[in-house]
């Protein structure tokens, strides 16, 4: 099995991996990092995105052999000190989660939607979110949040 | 508490574990010892299993167990029950109920029906093992669609069930109805399909089962909706007492009634985890979500109107045929039959109506509630053929609706349909709408849309539907001497927020720190009984226990109150968390009167430590009627035939609103369900082989970001019903009633110059450009 080493959440991370395992595999059952979540398995539904790099990735499209010398961030690495960040913030504030199950994918793309595009628009988050899928809000209160929480971000 | 009072729309308190990735859904549930279950399903849609051997199976690295239905035959477990609140024929004769099995036993009805469990220390194992277990079948011709299950010839997929049919029922005056259509100026008749469409909640199912053979108890933790009644089921196939099963649901991630029901797989893997010592668990992945959880919807249904010259309804005659899919489940019969009669002709004044439904079973997944279960598809019917009505009657869709809504001078009223309509005013709704609807921006609109060669359209669609689920509800709140409250309720969110909304109303009714109350469900340790969710039952039977609980509580309270202050209960006025003497204005907080609860010597006589303490059951007597009105904005493109829903706007009467920023998320993603319906969702299988086409998300579209319009809510809270304390009506599944229709309608306004009529959901684009080419060759 190969061993790699990774950045997840800030701290150093070293794992045997087989090769088949998938990213998400390897932070939910092996680190033990269970806020990013497992829709599908035809990369369809964007519950599993996690920040790789800094760039939203499905970590359920990438393999965690691949991730070795990676910088990781997912969903229980965005609060700071105990404090929500804005985008979580935001999403609490406008109701823009009911089950949850979708919310760490979303918010994830979201933060990165906002972090590459400092001009978002509504239209603009609509398409970035295309590959999140969410069944229970209808989405109106995520892209609410989303511009909401972009516009904390900017500060 | 004004902040946290009922009415307020108070943030989420689930929402912080949710946000930062500490929810506990069943998949991060890890239990030491852990081994994984898969489940080989059946790739036939109709076979005789003539073989089925495990041999090889057994000897793969890691696997500890296989189940089949040689053990579910060799230990007689039993079916699953079925409990149709409709269960007897127009003939009086029960309905043609097979059995249910956890497992087949020698023969397979649908795609996806389990046939074997196998169980190994990871997941990979089971999943090798399951690919050479030997099946062996003798394939069978299969039907799928329910019209032709019941032709003369069809393939019979039980042999002691002629016909493929499971029951029929009827409801209305069939003669006072037929008069009305003899006497009427105007009949018009559409056929019509309410397709078959499946719930799809982000969270696939999944459970973890173990067994303890020192106490002989089990334990079952279950993304399930309703952890009682499923306890029973699965309890009574194992043949154990109901006390000797544990179940319970963590984090839910969303339901919408496919995770209602009793399913196979709890009870195979509770039989696994007794043989096997150790816990076990199955996660269902998404194809599994597409083939093995129930469906819904999936009625043919001809629907016919008279009404007179003057446009005034006089009669509405509905017969439906549903299909079940290959089994009863736990209460598919109901939803064609009783569950689609109840809220036929929607809010009109329809004064003779018949209704008959036919439930036919196929080689398809069985059909269980979706969302709504009966009422969007009874909103639909009536929808679909005011709209035709107007267009053949060249009468205003608008003129047509608002002369004919029940008048609300008309309520209290039982319809034809038996539906008792206590409260409301649909006039108001319906005008409400239409003024939020900008009507008067409407001709601008439509000539900016025509400029870009695409058309516009409008609709409006009143509905009105009504609550169900089980009657009653248990409450129980417990104190602790540091103020805090622990409240226990047999109803359950699945992401509906009732962590928040419940507490809030024990918060407003006792003055109790809202922060303080920490609230349990999904437990059948922590509540005797429990109705779980479906129906939009949560506020309206699990609200309402909690009201009637913190009302007994606030009696005790108030007697506590009195004796420290040496005055009389009567005099005791709660305000602001403070208890004050009417008569002489001295006070006690309510923090206080809870400490004193724990301090025997403060007590009066009667009372112990914990007196406050307090289990309630409610009962409801007749369910609610929420109703409301969608209009719908639509923009199509001729060329392609795609539809982009510009904007809905939507006026809800749910009686008391708790919390509107809930309801509005409840009514949000009701309208995206429903617009998924509409115009994209379908489950299909394929016409010769039974074989499920829409497996994956790639097959059957999901609602995105960018398909969904702007969405303006508002509530019509004037007319709180008394069938509950509450005074609510229900908000959960409204969305899925007025959204289908008024987009639906919308799309067929803005092709009415092309002369498109009818087009049957999904409006997807192929079928919107067929339409249009169709009317164009007609026409010519
Ligand atoms: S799990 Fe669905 S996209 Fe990754
Ligand atoms: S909140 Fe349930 S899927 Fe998005």
């Known amino acids: 099995m190969p061993v790699i080493s990774l950045t997840v959440n800030g701290n150093p991370v070293t794992a045997d991996v087989e090769p088949r395992w998938l990213l998400s595999r390897l932070l939910r059952d092996h680190l033990g990092l269970t806020g990013t979540h497992v829709g599908c398995d035809t990369s369809q539904c964007g519950a599993c995105v996690i920040h790789v790099d800094g760039k939203p990735v499905k970590s359920c499209a990438m393999l965690a052999a691949q991730a070795d010398g990676a910088q990781i961030t997912t969903i229980e690495g965005l609060a700071q000190k105990g404090k929500l960040h804005p985008m979580q913030e935001a999403f609490r504030d406008n109701h823009a989660l009911q089950c949850g199950f979708c919310t760490p994918g979303m918010v994830m793309m979201s933060v990165a939607l906002a972090t590459e595009q400092p001009d978002l628009d509504e239209p603009a988050v609509r398409k970035g979110l295309e590959g999140n899928l969410c069944r229970c809000t209808g989405y109106q209160n995520i892209i609410n949040a989303v511009m909401v929480g972009a516009k904390a971000m900017r500060g | ?780």
């Open chain 2, 1 to 780: 508490m004004e902040k946290y009072g009922i009415g307020q729309p108070v943030r989420r308190k689930e929402d912080v574990r949710f946000l930062t990735g500490t929810g506990t859904y069943i998949d991060d549930i890890k239990p030491d010892n852990l081994i994984h279950a898969v489940v080989l399903r059946s790739p036939h849609a109709h076979a005789k299993i003539l073989d089925l051997d495990t041999s090889e199976a057994e000897t793969m690295p890691g696997v500890l167990c296989i189940v089949t239905g040689k053990d579910w035959v060799a230990e007689d477990f039993q079916p699953m029950p079925t409990k149709s609140a409709v269960n007897k024929k127009i003939d009086g004769t029960p309905l043609n109920q097979p059995p249910r099995h956890a497992i087949a036993i020698d023969r397979v009805r649908y795609v996806g029906e389990p046939v074997a469990l196998i169980v190994a220390e990871t997941l990979v194992q089971a999943q090798d093992a399951a690919e050479v277990v030997e099946v062996d079948y003798e394939e069978l011709e299969a039907v799928t669609d329910q019209i032709k299950a019941l032709e003369p010839g069809a393939p019979q997929i039980w042999d002691d069930i002629e016909g493929n049919f499971c029951i029929d029922f009827e409801l209305g005056d069939k003669e006072g109805t037929g008069k009305a259509f003899e006497t009427a100026d105007h009949v018009v008749k559409l056929k019509l399909r309410n397709q078959c469409v499946t719930a799809a909640p982000i969270e696939t199912r999944g459970a973890i089962a173990s067994y303890d053979k020192d106490t002989g108890k089990y334990f079952l933790q279950n993304a399930t909706q309703n952890v009682h009644a499923n306890r029973d089921t699965f309890a009574s196939v194992l043949k154990i007492p109901s006390e000797d099963l544990h179940h319970m649901a963590p984090d839910v991630g969303g339901g919408f009634g496919a995770k209602n029901s009793g399913y196979p797989e709890p009870s195979l893997l509770l039989y696994a985890a007794k043989k096997t010592d150790r816990p076990i668990k199955w996660i269902g992945d998404r194809n599994e979500s597409f083939a093995a959880d129930t469906h819904g919807r999936d009625q043919a249904t001809t629907v016919e109107m008279a009404l007179d010259k003057d446009g005034m309804f006089l009669g509405l005659r509905t017969r439906t045929v549903g299909n079940i899919g290959a089994y009863c489940w736990t209460v598919g019969p109901f939803t064609p039959t009783g569950g689609s009669a109840r809220t036929q002709g929607g809010p009109y004044y329809i004064p003779a109506m018949h209704y008959t439904g036919i439930a036919a079973f196929t080689n398809t997944m069985p059909l269980d509630p979706y969302r709504g279960a009966g009422r969007p598809e009874g909103s639909f019917q009536i929808e679909r053929i005011v709209e035709l009505a107007a267009r053949e009657l060249g009468m205003d869709p608008v003129e047509l609706r608002r002369k004919n809504l029940m008048p609300a001078d008309s309520l209290p009223r039982k319809t034809p349909m038996g539906l008792d309509v206590d409260t409301g005013n649909f006039p108001e709704v319906f005008e409400r709408t239409l003024k939020m609807s900008d009507r008067a921006g409407f001709a601008k609109r439509f000539e900016e849309s025509a400029r870009k060669g695409l058309r516009r359209g409008f609709a409006i669609a009143p509905y009105l539907e009504c609550t169900g689920g089980g009657p009653k509800e248990f409450a129980g709140v417990k104190f602790g001497k540091d103020g805090s409250a622990t409240l226990r309720v047999g109803s359950m969110s699945t992401g509906m927020g009732q962590e928040t909304s419940m507490p809030q109303i024990l918060s407003d009714t006792l003055g109790i720190d809202f922060e303080k109350i920490t609230y349990v469900q999904g437990d059948t340790d922590a509540t005797p009984i429990g109705g779980g969710h479906g129906g939009s039952r949560n506020m309206e039977v699990g609200g309402s226990a909690v009201l009637q609980c913190a009302r007994e509580v606030l009696v005790k309270a108030k007697q506590l109150a009195a004796h420290l202050l040496n005055s009389n209960a009567d005099d005791m006025e709660l305000k602001e968390s403070v208890f004050t003497d009417v008569k002489t204005d001295q006070n006690v907080s309510m923090a206080d009167v809870v400490a004193a609860s724990f301090d025997q010597s403060r007590l009066p006589d009667g009372m112990e430590a914990g007196a406050l303490d307090t289990d309630t059951i409610f009962e409801r007597e007749i369910i609610s009627c929420p109703n409301g009105c969608h209009s719908a904005e639509v923009e199509v493109d001729p060329e392609t035939g795609t539809v982009q829903v510009e904007h809905m706007w939507i006026v809800d009467d749910f009686g008391t609103i708790i919390n509107p920023m809930l309801a509005d998320g409840q009514v949000m993603g009701g309208v995206a369900q429903g617009l998924g319906q509409a115009l994209m969702e379908e489950i299909v299988y394929d016409e010769d082989s039974g074989q499920l086409v829409t497996g994956s998300l790639m097959d059957y579209a999901l609602p995105r970001a960018d398909s969904m319009p702007k969405m303006e809510m508002a509530f019509y809270e004037d007319a709180p019903t008394a069938k509950n304390p509450l005074g609510v009506k229900g908000s959960g599944e409204a969305g899925c009633c007025g959204a289908p229709p008024a987009i639906v309608n919308a799309v067929l306004d803005a092709l009415k110059e092309d002369g498109v009529t009818h087009i049957e959901m999904p409006l997807t684009p192929e079928k919107v450009w067929r339409a249009i080419q169709d009317a164009k060759q007609q026409g010519a």
